[in-house]
């Protein structure tokens, strides 16, 4: 079957978003879309999954015109997508077997048929089966991990009909395993005559997986090749219409004091006995595997989880950190993983967005607003930061991935912490900016600031960080230097090596 959008327009509020875009693609094919943050290719899927009816164009599966104006049509259609983000698309309250099946759940109450429970359970084991995954099917869904709930998804996508199935940056949550197994499920799934549409931003990925790419930028297409027609350094000139200097701003070499000192911090879960000291100046790196408790310790130091035993000291000063509230009042600043949701709020403006961590500073007498300082203020760090978008007042929901990350960086640069924690920051972010937050990064070392930076990204680690610790089931097992390592050695030590 052969999927073909033609002249596909779409606008929003002051933004055309895509402007007569051509995209075919055809089943048992694997396609990559990819483009710059803001270039229009989740736009364009949405389109195609039945999120956007505003659009002008027209759609054709096999030369047959279709008008795709809901999800349920697009689902009828055959057509499936899995969105990067896991969270708001996982129903935590019900088992694994029922989010699994949930289409079909949903599609027997509407007929008012009676949901045979015991079946659905064994249906939806066969399915986690036939993709090789151990995931017990009567497990609550709020229980899993990210990776087993973006598994978990995936599951649901081809539990039903599935002509054309959109991964939205499907590996970002996943290790090296289960990015090899979603590979091997992936390339199964093209064999059996399904369509795979594979966004992503990791370059190797798409090097080792996709037969075809597409290339879009500022909402219009670039480009359409096979995959052996083109390499990496071209498919980046192609996304920002540019060649791409040197990603990483050269390291801050003079560092001061010690800012923070944390010693035998326990969660009594995840984190175990983790000691690690930053300077002002610095950029500390956390590395690990997915699951290697990266996360968690960030939020223990933010006071978003509670610890059993240690302390942490920020300039000589020992820390209670019993809230988020508490941290930020003490001069600790977090950017999480799930910027939709926990870094942004994504219904409301850039400019709320921006404020809301410092509202003081722009209150008056008796509680009032001051409604042009924060305005003046946000346009300021638009300006700064290079957000895209059309003006301060559009909701976060409306900008891309990366610049929703700018704005969960935006808001603490305005409250002026002493120590910044950035936890995967440039998760589902593309290389042009990645690197303007490289530079954000370098700039608060620049200006004295401790920054602690968590990725599983080890290329990111060993180009931005001045020392790293590496995280093994909880715990730092090792302390080095970044500039007298290498990522092999970086692997190593995240995989257990002693």
């Known amino acids: 079957m052969k999927l073909q959008m033609q002249n596909i327009s779409i606008e929003f509020p002051g933004v055309r978003a895509l402007n007569d875009v ?5 089943t048992g094919s694997i396609h990559a879309l990819i483009g710059a943050n803001g270039a229009g290719k989740s736009t364009l899927m949405k389109v195609l999954s039945g999120a956007h009816d505003h659009y002008i164009g027209e759609i054709q599966l096999d030369g047959k015109k279709v008008e795709i104006r809901t999800p349920a ?71 899993l991990s990210l990776a087993e709930k973006q598994l978990v998804l995936i599951a649901r996508a081809i539990s039903s009909k599935c002509s054309f199935l959109i991964l939205d940056e499907p590996t970002a949550p996943l290790s090296h395993t289960e990015t090899s197994e979603l590979f091997r499920i992936t390339r199964e799934l093209a064999k059996r005559n399904v369509g795979i549409i594979f966004i992503s931003h990791r370059m190797p990925e798409i090097f080792e997986l996709c037969d075809e790419i597409t290339i879009m930028r500022n909402g219009e297409l670039v480009i359409k090749k096979g995959i052996p027609e083109v390499d990496t350094h071209q498919v980046i000139e192609y996304m920002l219409g540019r060649k791409l200097e040197d990603q990483f701003p050269t390291r801050v070499s003079s560092v001061g004091q010690t800012l923070l000192e944390v010693e035998g911090l326990t969660d009594g879960d995840k984190v175990k006995n983790a000691s690690l000291h930053v300077k002002a100046g610095e950029i500390v790196g956390l590395a690990g595997l997915v699951g290697a408790g990266k996360t968690e310790l960030c939020k223990a130091l ?6 059993t035993s240690g302390t942490v000291m920020l300039k000589g000063r020992n820390l209670k950190l019993t809230s988020p509230h508490a ?69 976060v929901e409306n900008l891309s991935g990366g610049n929703q990350q700018k704005v969960a960086i935006g808001r603490w640069l305005i409250a002026d912490a002493d120590v910044y924690i950035f936890d995967e920051p440039t998760k589902g972010v593309d290389v042009g900016a990645k690197r303007d937050i490289f530079e954000l990064i370098a700039q608060l070392a620049a200006q004295g600031k401790g920054v602690i930076y968590a990725s599983s990204e080890l290329s990111e680690i060993v180009g931005i960080t001045n020392r790293v610790y590496v995280l093994y089931d909880g715990e730092p097992v090792k302390e080095l230097e970044t500039a007298a390592t290498t990522e092999e050695e970086l692997l190593f030590y995240s995989t257990g090596g002693r």
Request: glycine share 6%; charged share 25%; proline share 2%.
């Open 73 to 143: 049509h697009a689902q009828k259609l055959g057509i499936q997508t899995v969105y990067q983000e896991v969270d708001t698309a996982i129903i935590p309250s019900l088992t694994v077997a029922e989010n699994i099946m949930l289409n079909l759940t949903v599609q027997a109450m509407e007929n008012k048929h009676w949901v045979n429970w015991k079946q659905l359970f064994k249906d939806a084991d066969a399915i986690l089966s036939g993709m090789n995954l151990r995931i017990p099917v009567k497990k609550l869904a709020g229980e």
């Open 327 to 395: 941290a930020v009042k003490s001069g600790l600043a977090l950017v999480p993983e799930e910027r939709r949701k926990e870094g942004v709020l994504v219904a409301e403006s850039v400019t709320s967005n921006l404020t809301a961590v410092n509202l003081k500073k722009f209150t008056r007498l008796l509680g009032f607003i001051n409604r042009r300082a924060e305005k003046n203020t946000a346009q300021e760090y638009i300006k700064a930061l290079g957000i895209k978008t059309s003006s301060e007042n559009a909701k």
């Open 302 to 307: 933010f006071g978003a989880t509670r610890t």
């Open 22 to 26: 051509n995209f075919s693609t055809k």
